[in-house]
């Protein structure tokens, strides 16, 4: 998804730098709806791999 939202940032910068303001912004919003998806999926996965699967593999 990150490689997604990298990539639609770079074609919004060419088609902006081309001229084409309507594809660039466009491709910048959805680069940054994966990039902030991705974010929120991120900081998920931290939180329940320190709290929820810490638990299920038992005390040490």
Do not use: C, E, N
């Amino acid at each position: 998804m990150l490689k997604w939202a990298i990539i639609l940032a770079i074609v919004a910068l060419i088609a902006g730098a081309l001229g084409f303001s309507g594809l660039a912004g466009a491709a910048a919003g959805v680069a940054k709806i994966l990039f902030f998806l991705f974010l929120v999926g991120f900081v998920l996965v931290l939180l329940l791999g320190g709290t929820v699967f810490k638990a299920a593999t038992g005390p040490k």
